[in-house]
Each structure stands twice: as C-alpha cells, then as structure tokens.
C-alpha cells in the first residue's frame, strides 16, 4: 500500500499554463508538506499545513496556491508556469508538527518548455 | 538561521569500503537530526535519527552520532554494497523553526563499484 501518493508523476507543459499536481496520504497524519528539489539536487520547504491549515509558506510566488480539501489531501496548483518552475515537487506528510519522520510521496518531475 | 552544510560527492567507492558522509549543522536550540537517502528515481526516505546529544541513529548498517560539541552527525558504514548508491541527504528540524519544515543540506552523492 503506498503511504504517500501523488499524481501525475511526470508533468511536461508551456510556459505560460496552469497545471496541477495532487497528493495523498493514507498513514493518518495530520501535516503535510510541499518540498522542491531543483536541478542540483537541493531540497526546499514549500508550504507545510497542519489539520488543513497553512502553517508555512516559505516566500514562495502567488503563483503557487496549496489547497488541503481535507487532511489526507494537499494539492498544488501553479499558475503561469515559468522556465524557472521546473523541478521535481514532492509531498511528505508526518503524525504532527514535530520532530517526527516525515514520509515523502515519489516527486512528480515538472518541465515546463 | 538554521542550516546543514555536506560534504560535497560525488563519493565513488569500490564495494565493501569504508564510508564516512560529514554533515555539520547551525541551528538554534536543540534540533532533531535526519539522514535521508533517494535512490535513483525515486523519493527520500528515511535513513536514520537522532532526537538529542549523544544519541546515536543506526539502520541497515548505516549508523550517525548526535555529537553537539562539534555540531555533527557524519553518516559511516563499515562495508558499502552496490545497492548503497544514492543521494544522501542530511536534515534537521528545530522548535524554533516551529518544527514546520525539515532543512536538507544539498545532498551528497554515493557511487558504489563492484
């Protein structure tokens, strides 16, 4: 059973579009997160909520809007995609805010041309 | 501010090395440690922790010491495999961070050779 899930797993757009990308957690937990790892491997806090509230937002552009429907869900929707964009987006999500073990979806590889 | 810094890979390594992966890390209070490691194509997942000083985080032979005298937690394995080879990452999560977000160093990459 995969614990973290996320969809699709490779995205390939123009620049300019709106595009989506959704993630699920079956484990239970309560916070959820968004990281972005660029093209030299380097990993970036995105967003984090907790019980489907935003608890972080780490100076990202209002390009980018998170959306937790409910706690087994945090999607990420990106406006006017830019050349800069691309990069492999992956969720995570933990039991809380702590310093608890955070359980990391595939990545979903974002190319936008 | 809080921040983990690597040592810089590629490591390349024949099978059955030694291996010793420095991390060091600035943070304010007493931050929980990680390593994570991504297999090609895939997401992270979680090596080993250590939630305070002293401790040590061991896993599938893989072992790192909380050591906050010198602010670090190398990663060591006394016999690397083919299968080992990977990116590593080091992490830490402080409460004054509100311990929203994990910090990753950038990662270090492991090459294994039979």
């Known amino acids: 059973d995969t614990a973290v899930s996320q969809t699709p797993k490779y995205l390939v757009t123009q620049m300019g579009n709106d595009k989506s990308i959704k993630c699920e957690q079956n484990l239970g937990h309560d916070t959820m997160y968004w990281y972005k790892q660029d093209s030299k491997k380097f990993l970036k806090i995105m967003f984090s909520y907790n019980n489907k509230e935003l608890i972080i937002n780490e100076t990202v552009p209002n390009r980018f809007s998170p959306k937790s429907p409910d706690k087994a869900h945090l999607n990420l929707h990106i406006n006017s995609l830019e050349l800069g964009d691309s990069a492999v987006y992956f969720c995570a999500s933990s039991q809380q805010t702590g310093p608890y073990e955070q359980y990391f979806g595939p990545g979903t590889r974002l190319t936008v041309t | 501010g809080n921040s983990v810094t690597q040592m810089e890979g590629p490591v390349t390594l024949s099978e059955e090395a030694f291996l010793t992966i420095n991390c060091t890390y600035t943070?304010?209070?007493?931050?929980?440690l990680f390593w994570y490691v991504q297999y090609p194509g895939e997401g992270l997942q979680l090596l080993l922790k250590a939630t305070k000083a002293d401790d040590k985080g061991s896993n599938k032979g893989f072992e790192a010491t909380y050591r906050k005298e010198t602010t670090s937690f190398h990663l060591e394995k006394g016999s690397v495999q083919v299968s080992d080879s990977a990116v590593y990452f080091c992490?830490?999560?402080?409460?004054?961070?509100?311990?929203?977000?994990?910090?990753f160093g950038a990662g270090t990459r492991l090459a294994v050779h039979p």
């Open positions: 943070a304010t209070g007493y931050p929980s």
């Open positions: 992490a830490l999560i402080t409460a004054s961070g509100g311990y929203n977000k994990l910090i």
